[in-house]
């Protein structure tokens, strides 16, 4: 055998010998990770970093370590033999830990990612791993920061928030009411506004007007600051047939509705508007509109109606049976209020009712009502008999009345309502200017109205009453005594008749259409006319106005149904 294979052989031989050594003379461990980039120690000593594909180690027992940043490590007991060739594979979980907020000043608001967790000092306990901390309090600049909070520990996190300069802001206006914005800011104005000091682009606008928009500088302290706006008008043309139509205007001007009459060429505040035009034996036709400031045309043509006046009729319900008996009323114009009576029936006006309308015939009934009380789960007063249908109903509220009225127009489909007042005094005077419809002889009342008389004297000995005798003292059945020339029972006398009005309006603003003067809820007194069964003379006069605010053996009910 030569020398040069001799030496070939031995380098083979020692090959195999270290290859088998590192086989099975030594022991080693191979560690990966998810994520990778794991730290990996061993016995407390950094070997190496993850993906670590041969580590040797020594026979024996180690204790093997895998940390990654805020992951909860994976630790574990190994027991080496020669020979051996581990491979471990880390699937990391995040752990919990706590936050610990502090701030200066205190009381500042804390967030985690987004989230509003309370005020400092204050704890928190939340997943390992970055989170976006963010501080602040009012009128301090907010502080934003990322911190990683690794598995299992308790970080603190102190900010120090520096003060950001603000100042009040209040704007006042002419007229008061007008909508006050700060544009593209995220600032809801109200009085006494706290805002960062700066520069900020400002809208002032209110219907009718002129929007401001101004550049205002808040400064440090109390800014104010005063807009008065301008009004903005625009044409009104109207265009109405018959050409004699009577047209008026109505819209809001401050705190104030405005009502006038419409004259051609006119200039009219923009914004809502109403115009209503309105002709003898025409129906009334309301039309409401935004009136821009090029002006507008409105066009009416007034239906004609075709009623009979004195026709009686009764409206079907829903659930049954009939509504209270209606007669037609004609349209037309009366003098309302009394030259040579007190100050609240003057200035004597004229009231034009363009169109005619239905009234109930009589004062409604308990029957009448009770339909009502089944339906909507009311009780009569205990003083009432439900046996009594053809009395005159009583003890009944405003509110309540009024909630009667709502439910025979959902009942039958057309509108019922409390009578206004002016209507009252025109049904009750129905075409007379006397002091009654039948004259001025109060002693003539017992042929027409259950009134004070000498049968209440009997029963209430002090009263001072009517020497006639209608023969009854409380309210009675409906219809006992005479109707006025428009076929209406006992519009005076029995019970007085709440009114849609609200108070007792004084006559020099109130509108000449026979509306209601002054219509709202949450007054504290409506009107009610006609005097009642306990009332003297003076108090069943045409043109005598009262007011009560609760319910009452002496007052009731009388409809208007739009035609």
């Not at 600051?225 to 008008?233: A, Q, S």
Request: aromatic letters at 8%; a negative charge.
């Amino acid at each position: 055998m030569s020398n040069r294979l001799k030496f070939a052989l031995a380098i083979v031989v020692v090959a195999g010998l270290l290859w088998g050594y590192q086989q099975f003379g030594t022991a080693t461990i191979a560690v990966t990770s998810e994520p990778e980039g794991a730290v990996v120690r061993v016995d407390g000593r950094q070997r190496g970093i993850t993906p670590l594909e041969r580590l040797e180690l020594d026979v024996g027992t180690h204790g093997l370590e895998v940390s990654h940043t805020h992951y909860e490590p994976h630790v574990e007991g190994l027991s080496l033999s020669r020979g051996d060739h581990l491979k471990r594979h880390v699937e990391f979980r995040v752990g919990e830990a706590t936050f610990s907020f502090l701030s200066n000043p205190r009381g500042a608001w804390v967030e985690v990612d987004g989230q509003r967790i309370g005020r400092t000092p204050t704890e928190f306990k939340t997943t390992s791993g970055p989170h976006v901390i963010a501080m602040g309090q009012e009128e301090r600049h907010i502080v934003e920061e990322t911190h990683v909070l690794k598995a299992g520990e308790t970080l603190e996190v102190n900010f120090n928030l520096n003060i950001d300069p603000h100042g009040s802001v209040t704007i006042t206006t002419n007229p008061r009411g007008a909508k006050i914005e700060f544009l593209n800011e995220e600032i809801e104005y109200k009085p006494k506004v706290r805002v960062q000091i700066g520069e900020y682009a400002v809208r002032v606008s209110r219907p009718g007007y002129r929007s401001e928009e101004f550049r205002y500088t808040v400064r440090y302290g109390d800014n104010l600051h005063h807009v008065d706006l301008t009004r903005e008008y625009g044409e009104l043309r109207v265009r109405v047939e018959p050409s004699d139509a009577e047209v008026q205007i109505a819209y809001q001007d401050g705190n104030q509705k405005v009502r006038k009459a419409f004259r051609p060429g006119m200039k009219v505040p923009v914004g809502r508007l109403e115009v209503r035009a309105r002709a003898q034996g025409r129906r009334t036709e309301v039309k409401t509109f935004h009136l821009a400031a090029q002006g507008a045309t409105v066009s009416f043509d007034l239906e004609v109606m075709d009623v009979e006046p004195g026709r009686v009729f009764t409206d079907p319900l829903k659930s049954g049976g009939k509504g209270p008996e209606l007669v037609i009323v004609p349209a037309g114009s009366f003098l309302m209020g009394d030259a040579n009576g007190p100050p609240s029936e003057q200035p004597v006006r004229t009231v034009n009712l363009t169109q005619p309308f239905a009234v109930s015939r009589y004062e409604v009934t308990i029957g009448d009502y009770l339909k009502f009380a089944n339906s909507a789960g009311k009780t009569l007063h205990e003083r009432l008999s439900r046996d009594a249908v053809n009395e005159a109903m009583r003890y009944v509220s405003i509110d309540d009345a009024m909630a009667y009225a709502e439910w025979l127009s959902e009942q039958t489909g057309s509108e019922y309502r409390l009578i206004s007042e002016a209507e009252w005094e025109y049904v009750a005077r129905a075409g007379t200017t006397t002091d009654y419809f039948f004259g001025n002889d109060p002693e003539m009342l017992c042929d027409y109205a259950n009134v004070a008389d000498r049968t209440a004297r009997r029963t209430f000995r002090e009263w001072k009453t009517l020497i006639c005798d209608d023969g009854q003292v409380r309210p009675g059945a409906v219809g006992s005594y005479k109707p006025n020339p428009f076929g209406v029972y006992d519009i005076y006398g029995n019970v007085a008749e709440w009114l849609l009005d609200c108070g007792m309006p004084v006559y020099e603003s109130a509108p000449t259409d026979g509306s209601a003067a002054s219509e709202w809820s949450g007054c504290t007194t409506h009107g009610i006319r006609g005097g009642s069964w306990d009332s003297m003379a003076v108090e069943a006069k045409s043109a005598y106005r009262n007011t009560a605010a609760n319910p009452g053996d002496d007052r009731g009910i009388r409809l208007v149904r739009t035609l």
